[in-house]
């Protein structure tokens, strides 16, 4: 399973949920879903503007995981 990394790279770069809200563009309950996982899908342009603020790179937003059945 694919997952975002954002919570953990939040925390790497001393940043909060908040910041992230009032820099990325996004109402706070998507922001909110992003970082815990609750989200489908994610678009290009989320991706990139996530990269930009967190200083990462697409490979460090995501992270794969084995999902238990």
């Given at each position: 399973?694919?997952k975002?990394?954002v919570?953990?790279?939040?925390?790497?770069?001393?940043?909060t949920?908040y910041?992230?809200?009032?820099?990325?563009?996004m109402?706070y309950?998507n922001v909110n879903?992003?970082?815990?996982?609750?989200t489908?899908s994610?678009?290009?342009?989320?991706i990139e503007?996530?990269c930009?603020?967190?200083?990462?790179?697409?490979g460090?937003l995501?992270?794969?995981t084995?999902?238990?059945?």
């Open positions: 399973m694919v975002l990394n919570s953990e790279l939040l925390t790497k770069r001393g940043k949920k910041w992230l809200y009032k820099n990325l563009g109402s309950q879903r992003i970082i815990n996982n609750e489908k994610i678009s290009f342009e989320t503007s996530l930009i603020l967190l200083e990462c790179t697409p460090e995501f992270k794969m084995t999902k238990k059945k």
